[in-house]
Structure formats: structure tokens, C-alpha cells
């Protein structure tokens, strides 16, 4: 409330002097001419449309720096503009010299205050904050030399000329003896300028969406601004009528920081910069024919060549603001290259094609792509088996024509890519319940040929050794022979039985889970090939119930690749960590054999990638400065 307060106070005391100006004007018996000489027209017009858009900012936005900047700049300018006719109407009542000297001071010191602030305020456009701390020093620079332009004024002996007393407080001989301290305020104040501009290039290029809108509202008041200025500023003198662009100015900062998304800007904006440069060529070429042609001539060659140069100036800012949606073919050959990669790529095309702020598809109910941040209102349209949302610029309260059409001209490839990419999905689906089913089976078959088969050869091989014992007739050597090779065959498949359990899976998989089973196997590969020591540890953290596949192909992966390590690699230890992040898997096997050279694929290294690939996973192998390492992610949630 305070602040709120304060602001209401500036903002009276503004509109109140600017009042007070006014009917000084009228009581001086001073002309409108008089009060154009005297700058009252000027600083009332500067001060209050900077005084009042500073007080609506520091009232809706009190943290922000540029508010209060902006309302104390506009108080002091309106406070010089009623210090002028004051000096009339106190001179004639006859009112000591001092309070003369006092009010001509307040004249000539009180409105470069605003004019040397608006460096400044460039640097915190459009949020009142520094665009980084690398700011900082620019911006404490800026503020410490503020005072300079200030000095270079309020000094001045000269200004007002006439003026029955003294303004400045330096004699004219002292005051040129600082010529060379004016010439740095002068260059100082256009090299804040110039960085202030700068900031905001930087601000545009790396900011949001949100910000560039806000930026684009100071642009199309400079525009307005050099439509008004250009033709004069070439031509003969400035009339009066062009002071009136110039609270354009703070009232576009005031609806950057407010309202900048109160309607589409960019439109304001294309058209004032195409008219503003069309303006310019135009004087210029005329200016440069006169020299050549008569005035008759000069006049008919550029009115023949002022609406082409209109219509390509046009078609450039429109392109530079709305992309190329003013040229279909070229953005369907652009659209048509990206088709070939992928929706989403696709998609970004279309959206940085067209200066879109969002586009995305969706199909069967579900969301495939998208480019773009969707931050306002938005719109579909239909594709053939899906949807199509077309996030809104701001300002924007339906779809342009041109966008439209060109976004129907796409619908075609666009439901061709949607379909491509629901089918990819559902292939996808389709191999994953594949290799969860084929998993399932493996372990049925096991627990089969382990409970079934490997029970029945066990009894075979018992009862052959009973026969063996109670064998009584016939020649002892011979029964004993053959019961010996009825043992001997029993006992060999029931080997190659176990042999062909092991292969369908881990037991300690089945029976204890992945990490028991990765951890046994770890401790029984603690040599390398050539017999020397390999230290093999396990980090696993707490994971959740896995679906069989997942932990058949991450045991299948880390399993090959320690066996990689103990085969082919120089390193004297080697790490398996295993991690969950709440939707996929995550696996590692590091080594420190150092190594730089290529892995070439093998079997080994083809069999982990597609037991990666089957379940939607990602996996990456390779050597490198600090040793080997396999890395791979896998979702735990399978169709």
C-alpha cells in the first residue's frame, strides 16, 4: 500500500505541475510560439507521458526499477516545464534575484534528470532486472556517469539565452574551459545509447517468447517514431507535430510490462517498419535525382518505383515476423525434407517455418509430438486419424487466413506422418509383448524340463545303480558292464539337461531376483583370461519388481559384458551398477582398461543392442581414456 501511495503522489504532483505550467503560460501572456521557444510544449509532453506510464508501472509492478525510473524522470521534466513561464510571471512581480537564480536552477537542472535515465532504463527493459549479473559493471558505469550530462547543462552560462539572470554557476570562459568533459558527457551518452540497444538485441535473441512480444512493442514505437522524424529529418526542419510521437515511447514500455499481449504488435510493427524504410528510400532516391533529373522527372521515377520497393519491403518484414507462410511452395519443399526424419522434427519445422509459438499432433486419443511451449489460447484442426493444435501468438484470437491455409495445404503429409508413426508405435508394442512372451515361455519350458524331465532321469539313474546291486544270475561282468552304461547315459542327459536349463536362464534369476543373480555371477568372475586378479564389485540400489524380460535382458547384457572384460580387456577391476529412476532401468558396466581404439561389434556387442532395441531401450558401448563401458536404459513398464 505504501508503495501504491507513493506512486498516487508522484503521479498528482505531475499532472498538478503540468497544470501549474499551463496557466504560467497563460499568466506570462506568452503565444503557443513563445511557450514552443521556451521548450514548455516539450518538457510537458516528455515529462508527463513518461511521468504517468511510470507511475502505472511502479503501481502494477513496485519491484520493478523502471517505474519508479521513469515517474521520478517525469516529475522533474514537468518541473522545468512550469520553472520557464514562472520566470516571466516572477520577473514582473518584481520578487527578489535569488529566488530568480532559484527558480531558473530548477529549469536547467531538473530535466536532463530524465533525459540521462533513459540509457539506463534500456539495461532493465522489459522486467526492471539486468538481463545477467555480466550487466552489473555496464549498468554501475552507466549510473556513475549519469551526472555528467546533468553537470554539462546545469552549468551552462548560455542556456537560456536572454535570461535576465544568471542560470549556470560557472562564467562562460570557465565553462568552455571544460569543453573537453561536455565532449565526454556527450560521447558518453551515446555509447550508453548504443549498449542499451545492444542489451536489448541480446535480450531478443536469447530471450522467451514472452519477452521478444514485450520487446517488439518498443520497436514498433520507434518505428512510428522514425515514420514521423525521417521525412522532415531529410526534407527542411522537424514540425511541431512530430513532439507528439514521443510519448510513444514510455506508453510502449507501460504496455510491454502491462499488457503485451493486448493484441498482435508484430502486425504493428510490419507494417511501420516497411512504411519507415519505404519512407526513407524513397526521400533519399528523390533527393539523388534531383541533382540529376528535374523535379517533374525525379517526381515520376519514384512514384513508378515506390510500390514495388512497398511491396518487397512488405514481403521482407512480413517474412522476418510471420516466416514464409507468404510462400507455400517453399514451406512444403522445407516440411517435405524434414518428413523423411521424423514427426517431431517435422513439426519443428513447421512451427519455426510459420514463427509459430506451439504445434503439436495427437492420434488415438494420445499426444505423438510436439514443438513449442504452449502458453495461450490455441486451436485444432483435423487430420486424417488425428488431431492438430496450433498454439496461438499472442495478441492472436483465431488462426490467420494465411496460416490456415498453408496449415491445410500440410495436412496431407502430416496424416501421412501420423499414421507412419501410430503404426511405428504400435510395432513397437507389438515387439515388446513379443519379448515379454517369448520370456515367459523360456521360463515355462525350464521349470518343465526341471521339474519334469530332470526328475525322471534322476530315478533312472537310481534304479540302474539298484539293478547293478541286486543282479544275480548270468555273467556278473556283463551285467555290471551294462548297468554301468545305462548309469553312465542317465548321468550324461541329466547334464545336458542341466546344460540346457542354464541356457534358458539363470536359476539364482528366477529364484532370487536380478541383482542376487548379478552379484553370484560378479563373484565368479574374479580372474581375467590370462590369469591375472580382477576385482568385480556390484552397486545396486533398491529396485522394484521387474517385468521378466527387463531382468532376462539386463542379466544377458551384464553378464556378456563382464565376459568381455575377462576375455578381452587389461583392466584389474571392473564396476556393475544398476539403478531404477521411476520408469526405466539403468544399467553400467565400467572398467579401467584403458583403451583408444574402437570396439569393433561383434556377436557379443549386436546381441546387447538388440536385446535393448526389442524392449524400446537405448544402449551405448565403447572404450575410452579411463577404461570400457557398456551403458544402457530400459523402460520397466512394457505394453
Known amino acids: 500500500m505504501r508503495t501504491k501511495g507513493l506512486a498516487s503522489a508522484i503521479g498528482l504532483m505531475t499532472v498538478l505541475l503540468a497544470v501549474g505550467a ?17 521548450f514548455v510544449v516539450s518538457n510537458t509532453l516528455i515529462g508527463v507521458s513518461f511521468g504517468l506510464c511510470g507511475v502505472l508501472i511502479a503501481w502494477h509492478r513496485p519491484g520493478s526499477a523502471l517505474g519508479w525510473m521513469y515517474a521520478a524522470g517525469g516529475l522533474c521534466q514537468t518541473l522545468s516545464a512550469l ?46 532486472r539486468l538481463a545477467s549479473r555480466r550487466w552489473r559493471p555496464v549498468a554501475a558505469t552507466i549510473a556513475a556517469t549519469c551526472p555528467l550530462f546533468v553537470l554539462e547543462v546545469g552549468l551552462d552560462p548560455g542556456q537560456p539565452s536572454g535570461s535576465p539572470s544568471p542560470y549556470g554557476t560557472l562564467g562562460a570562459r570557465t565553462y568552455e574551459s571544460l569543453s573537453w568533459l561536455w565532449t565526454v558527457s556527450e560521447a558518453r551518452w551515446v555509447l550508453s545509447v548504443l549498449v542499451g540497444i545492444a542489451c536489448l538485441v541480446v535480450r531478443y535473441r536469447a530471450g522467451p517468447e514472452v519477452v521478444r512480444r514485450q520487446l517488439f512493442w ?60 519505404l519512407s526513407g528510400l524513397v526521400l533519399a532516391m ?16 519514384v512514384a513508378l518505383l515506390a510500390l514495388p520497393l512497398r511491396t518487397r519491403l512488405q514481403a521482407a518484414v512480413d517474412r522476418l515476423l510471420y516466416g514464409d507462410r507468404g510462400d507455400p511452395l517453399r514451406v512444403a519443399s522445407r516440411v517435405g525434407r524434414s518428413l523423411g526424419i521424423s514427426l517431431q522434427a517435422t513439426l519443428e519445422e513447421i512451427r519455426t517455418t510459420l514463427r509459430l ?43 490467420a487466413p494465411a496460416d490456415e491455409r498453408i496449415l491445410r495445404l500440410l495436412s496431407g503429409p502430416l496424416s501421412t506422418a501420423v499414421h507412419a508413426t501410430v503404426l511405428l508405435e504400435e510395432l513397437q508394442r507389438s515387439r515388446e509383448r513379443l519379448v515379454s512372451t517369448r520370456e515367459h515361455e523360456r521360463r515355462r519350458l525350464r521349470r518343465e524340463l526341471h521339474d519334469g524331465l530332470g526328475p525322471l532321469l534322476t530315478g533312472v539313474a537310481l534304479s540302474a545303480d539298484t539293478a547293478a546291486n541286486l543282479a544275480g544270475g548270468g555273467p556278473e561282468d556283463a551285467v555290471q558292464q551294462r548297468l554301468s552304461e545305462v548309469r553312465t547315459g542317465a548321468r550324461s542327459a541329466l547334464a545336458e539337461v542341466r546344460r540346457i536349463v542354464d541356457d534358458l536362464g539363470s ?29 568385480t ?67 557379443g556387442i549386436v546381441g546387447m543392442q538388440e536385446r535393448v532395441t526389442e524392449l524400446g531401450g537405448a544402449c551405448e558401448v565403447g572404450p575410452g581414456p579411463g577404461g570400457g563401458h557398456v551403458r544402457v536404459r530400459v523402460p520397466t513398464a512394457l505394453a
Open 83 to 128: 520553472a520557464a513561464p514562472l520566470q516571466e510571471v516572477l520577473g514582473d512581480a518584481g520578487v527578489p534575484t535569488w529566488l530568480l537564480r532559484l527558480d531558473g536552477a530548477v529549469f536547467q537542472w531538473a530535466w536532463p534528470v530524465n533525459i540521462t535515465l533513459v540509457p539506463l532504463s534500456l539495461l532493465l527493459l522489459p522486467d526492471g
Open 357 to 399: 509459438p506451439y504445434v503439436g499432433v495427437s492420434g488415438d486419443g494420445q499426444g505423438l509430438a510436439a514443438g513449442g511451449t504452449l502458453e495461450g489460447p490455441s486451436v485444432s484442426l483435423p487430420l486424417d486419424g488425428g488431431e492438430l493444435l496450433v498454439g496461438l501468438r499472442r495478441g492472436e484470437t483465431r488462426l
Open 22 to 38: 499551463v496557466g504560467a503560460t497563460l499568466a506570462a501572456g506568452w503565444s503557443f510560439d513563445d511557450a514552443v521557444q521556451a
Open 286 to 301: 528523390y533527393a539523388a535525382l534531383v541533382f540529376v533529373l528535374t523535379d517533374v522527372a525525379s517526381a515520376l521515377v
Open 507 to 535: 536359476p539364482a534369476l528366477d529364484e532370487q531376483g536380478l541383482v542376487a543373480a548379478l552379484r553370484i555371477r560378479a563373484g565368479q568372475l574374479q580372474r581375467r583370461a590370462d590369469g591375472q586378479p580382477l576385482h
Open 218 to 277: 518498443l520497436v514498433a514505437a520507434a518505428a512510428v517514431i522514425g515514420i514521423a522524424v525521417t521525412p522532415w529529418a531529410l526534407v527542411a526542419g522537424t514540425p511541431l507535430a512530430v513532439l507528439f510521437t514521443i510519448p510513444l515511447l514510455p506508453a510502449a514500455v507501460a504496455a510491454a510490462v502491462l499488457r503485451h499481449q493486448l493484441l498482435d504488435i508484430r502486425l504493428v510493427v510490419a507494417r511501420g517498419v516497411t512504411y519507415a524504410l
Open 537 to 603: 564389485t556390484l552397486e545396486a540400489a533398491e529396485l522394484p519388481a521387474l517385468p521378466p524380460a527387463v531382468e532376462q535382458a539386463v542379466y544377458r547384457i551384464a553378464t556378456e559384458a563382464l565376459t568381455n572384460v575377462v576375455r578381452h580387456s587389461r583392466a584389474d577391476s571392473v564396476v556393475v551398477r544398476l539403478g531404477h529412476d521411476g520408469a526405466e532401468l539403468h544399467c553400467e558396466v565400467l572398467d579401467n582398461g584403458a583403451s583408444t581404439e574402437d570396439w569393433r561389434p561383434g556377436v
